[in-house]
């Protein structure tokens, strides 16, 4: 939603302060500069990045059409799976778990909390540690290094797409430049013409500047820090699983656990103790 706003903002403060100055609007309509520009930006994408980024900038830009999925109803409905399933684990031991860690798909616990389920690499976290947990073959001081290791990785592929959108952002302004040169060549073409002809040749090349620019700084960039800013919600929401796996791991209570991790959720999102209390002994009892 807030990008569709914010790219209108931009285009109409820049169109209706142009129109304002008595500007015609069909000098900016120029679709070989808009070809140029816009074919030399996708060029750059295919030669400098693999299918899989260029499949998830795509991803990820349309996902900025929906609202961020990891909000304060998001991390409620986390801690309240993570009390169930370290409260499970409490009473019936690890291998109670098994059958919901194998196919959490077809889990009691799972299941009722469709929001969770949605985020297939928080439920592969939470499972996959307890995996190992339960297989005991790794020490408990170990986990800290495994569970980094897997969010590493995960946040530096996510991160490609943003730093893909930038780079290619970053050389837009070049291409408008490439664009006015040409229209600048031909131009020359007509330099013994009428000055109106001449001066609106000139003016359209002008146009490939600026809309290099204008994609640049108004549309590129500000795509790519959204995209950058729901990467780090998401490294956020898996953080606090990794804590209240680690409190889990080192023998802590299911109740300390899960407030271990409502401590590491950002103010703006945090439940209150009583609201957790309240969640996770009525709620998830």
């Not at 995209?227 to 409190?247: C, D, F, P, Q, W």
Request: with cysteine.
């Amino acid at each position: 939603m807030f990008l569709i706003i914010g790219i209108i903002v931009v285009f109409g403060s820049i169109i209706g302060g142009y129109l304002n100055e008595h500007g015609n609007l069909a000098v900016l309509i120029q679709p070989n500069e808009f070809l140029i520009i816009g074919g030399a930006a996708l060029g750059s994408m295919l030669i400098g990045n693999s299918p899989a980024t260029i499949k998830r900038c795509g991803q990820m830009t349309l996902g900025l059409l929906k609202p961020n999925p990891f909000n304060s109803t998001a991390y409620e409905d986390l801690l309240q799976v993570l009390y169930k399933v370290f409260q499970k684990a409490r009473k019936d031991g690890l291998v109670g778990l098994e059958s919901h860690i194998v196919d959490p798909e077809k889990s009691d616990i799972f299941k009722a909390h469709p929001m969770f389920m949605h985020h297939t690499q928080a439920v592969a976290l939470l499972c996959d540690t307890l995996k190992v947990l339960l297989t005991g073959a790794v020490e408990n001081h170990h986990l800290d290094e495994i569970i980094s290791s897997d969010l590493e990785q995960q946040h530096h592929e996510a991160m490609s797409a943003p730093s893909a959108i930038t780079k290619v952002g970053d050389a837009m302004p070049g291409f408008g430049i490439v664009a006015a040169v040409l229209g600048v060549i031909i131009t020359m073409g007509s330099i013994g013409g009428a000055a109106s002809e001449v001066g609106e040749k000139v003016g359209a090349a002008l146009v490939g500047t600026f809309l290099g620019i204008l994609m640049s700084y108004g549309v590129m960039g500000p795509i790519a820090q959204a995209i950058e800013g729901r990467i780090a919600s998401e490294h956020a929401y898996m953080l606090v699983i990794k804590t209240a796996l680690l409190a889990y791991a080192r023998g802590d209570s299911p109740m300390s656990a899960v407030e271990f991790a409502r401590r590491g959720i950002e103010p703006e999102d945090r439940p209150s103790f009583a609201a957790l209390e309240s969640m996770v002994r009525n709620r998830a009892a």
